[in-house]
């Protein structure tokens, strides 16, 4: 005996019942027509019979009514199945997104004709439902590429799976490349990982650029995913910390002048006093050295108060069109203490020139400053990592065009910077004499002309290098 299908489970083993055999609907069809057929044939057929006719025209006359029960049939089957095939076919032709087939000869008057009416309108449901979508698709992708935010899509295991050009931009590398790596590969770990509306630091272990972070979740074909939007916060926090140091030196100078005025006028008429006053030669002598201390010290300060002044005084740029070469050339005939190498196309810029010019001597001369400071002792110096230097002092001021801005870029072969990310920072400075304010000066300058600046030292040799971006118009 044959043993029935069984399913096994903790409550215990279940007979699955047998499907009955059924036949095919066309076939049912077929069979449905002869059946209804067959008492019309059936009496039809005694009647041929109970004629007194011949044999052979008795056979014949049954042959031709089941030739005609035959055709009657097919024609039954053919009028019944042939649509829903038809309907089958635009079905799987929808299943498969292919909307361009239709029942056709659909009458609205019968049952089929209603059934056909209704998936021709389900297609053309779909087909516009289609194009709206794609529509929909272009316009989402044409916006994700003209944003100017990196934006940014992760799936749950921490993979990209979008970027926008603005990404590519930042982590300066093509999607093709950055499609199908980690957070972690690519350096974005920080921002998948921090918390929505976090500030980082891109890249990492920098404080130059700060990003503010986005996150949203959403959902592609049910698989959650993460999307990443990231804000250049970076001279928005610069243009408050500027401000904050413009309203200090503001209260400063203030406060300051009206204390350093009196202060030297004071020392002034004591010193011319004193030839006055019955003191020995000695005494006299240190009423003077004092007096001159403190003349000299609040001058001093108050030149050193007028300096810091520009910062919270640096006026908007006048914008007109001037050429950048002979800007250059003013610049370099200025240094005498180094011979400053200048190359570059002919370029065309919408900026200040006043300030522009201002903003490379400041660089310029700090990188000269540079250049020079290994060798103030002697004609030869000592680098720790490369062992004696006796190159000559190198500094040059090169520039090219990219696709809407000049880029200008500023080499020197000195020692490099410990920290360049404080090198913006106001009354920051490395030199005994310096006053910590031509860097900051020259950020202030580019950017309020749209452009940005960076600082850093140069990989794999001596020296920094400053690089200044200023837009074209």
């Known amino acids: 005996m044959g043993s029935s299908p069984q399913t096994s489970g903790k409550a215990g083993t279940r007979k699955i019942p047998r499907k009955r055999a059924r036949l095919l609907y066309e076939h049912r069809i077929s069979l449905y027509s002869l059946i209804v057929a067959l008492p019309g ?3 039809s057929g005694i009647l041929i019979w109970l004629q007194p006719w011949s044999l052979e025209s008795k056979v014949e006359l049954s042959l031709a009514e089941l030739f005609v029960w035959w055709l009657l049939s097919l024609a039954l089957h053919e009028q019944t199945v042939r649509p829903l095939q038809t309907l089958a076919n635009v079905v799987a032709a929808l299943r498969e997104e292919d909307y361009s087939f239709r029942a056709r000869g659909a009458n609205p008057d019968d049952a089929l004709g209603e059934l056909s009416l209704e998936v021709n309108g389900l297609a053309d449901l779909l087909a516009d439902q289609r194009i709206r979508a794609i529509e929909a698709t272009a316009l989402l992708r044409r916006v994700v590429e003209e944003i100017d935010a ?10 990209l799976q979008l970027v926008n050009p603005a990404g590519e931009k930042l982590l300066q590398q093509a999607a093709v490349r950055l499609l199908g790596r980690t957070a972690g590969e690519i350096g974005l770990a920080d921002c998948l990982s921090a918390t929505n509306e976090a500030l980082v630091a891109l890249p990492p272990n920098t ?10 979740k959403f959902r592609e074909k049910g698989v959650p995913h993460t999307l990443v939007v990231l804000s250049d916060v970076s001279r928005a926090l610069r243009e408050e910390e500027r401000n904050a140091w413009q309203r200090l030196i503001r209260v400063l100078g203030h406060e300051l002048n009206n204390s350093l005025a009196p202060i030297k006028s004071i020392a002034g008429s004591l010193g011319s006093r004193l030839a006055e006053t019955q003191l020995d030669p000695e005494q006299r002598r240190d009423f003077e050295r004092g007096l001159a201390i403190i003349e000299e010290r609040t001058a001093s300060l108050n030149r050193f108060l007028q300096a810091y002044r520009q910062l919270a005084q640096m006026p908007p740029p006048v914008i007109r069109k001037v050429a950048l070469l002979p800007i250059v050339e003013r610049v370099v005939f200025l240094e005498t203490r180094v011979v400053v190498l200048s190359r570059g196309p002919d370029v065309t810029l919408m900026v200040d020139s006043d300030q522009i010019e201002q903003m490379l001597i400041n660089l310029v001369r700090n990188a000269v400053e540079a250049a020079l400071e290994p060798r103030s002792g002697g004609a030869s110096s000592t680098n720790s990592e490369t062992g004696p230097d006796r190159s000559e002092p190198q500094v040059t ?21 410990l920290n360049p990310s404080n090198a913006f920072v106001p009354f920051y400075t490395t030199k005994p004499a310096g006053s910590g304010i031509g860097l900051a000066l020259s950020r202030q300058i580019v950017e309020a002309h749209g452009g940005s600046i960076e600082l850093s030292n140069l990989n794999g040799k001596r020296g920094c290098r400053v690089r200044v971006v200023l837009p074209l118009s």
């Open 397 to 417: 001021l090169s520039w090219a065009l990219e696709d809407h801005s000049v880029e200008i870029t500023i080499d020197d072969n000195g020692l490099g910077l």
């Open 41 to 43: 044939i059936v009496v």
């Open 150 to 159: 990196p934006l940014f899509a992760f799936d749950p295991d921490g993979v």
């Open 207 to 216: 404080s130059s650029a700060r990003w503010l972070v986005r996150q949203s």
